[in-house]
């Protein structure tokens, strides 16, 4: 044991080396116990906490995923439902209109061959008035010519 004290002497090792050795072990465990223990202890109950927050976000996440997908489905429903009623009113809306198409149709000629006939009448009138007119402008005009 000389041999190993006379060693450490000469490597500059003395009895302040243990001693000093003594306060950082005495440091060192007041630090683990006093500063190290509770924040050891707080960062473990932070995670705790914050796990059964990250669960809970992950649960309101695909609520809301499912939520969307509920909305887009009932849009689409609701969509549906109105193209088909927007589709019947518009069938029956083409009938309809083909109905007063047909009648104005039908109207529009009434109209036409009354108003065929009333021409027809006119100058079948007309012609005969002229054929009169005719003969005497004919003769009126050969006195004329004869008179001169």
Request: proline share 1%.
């Amino acid at each position: 044991m000389d041999g190993l004290l006379n060693m450490a002497h000469q490597i500059g090792i003395n009895h302040t080396t243990f001693i000093q050795f003594l306060i950082f072990i005495a440091a060192a465990s007041v630090l683990t116990f006093v500063v190290f223990g509770p924040f050891v202890k707080a960062q473990l109950a932070r995670e705790e906490r914050t796990k059964g927050g990250e669960d809970l976000a992950a649960d309101l996440h695909k609520k809301a995923q499912q939520i969307a997908v509920d909305y887009q489905n009932e849009a689409r429903n609701l969509h549906q439902q109105i193209q088909d009623i927007f589709q019947v009113a518009k069938t029956g809306v083409a009938g309809e209109s083909e109905k007063i198409v047909t009648t104005a149709r039908g109207d529009a000629q009434k109209m036409m061959d009354s108003t065929k006939s009333q021409i027809a009448q006119t100058v079948e009138g007309l012609r005969g008035s002229l054929e009169s007119e005719k003969k005497t402008l004919s003769m009126l005009i050969t006195n004329k010519l004869l008179e001169k």
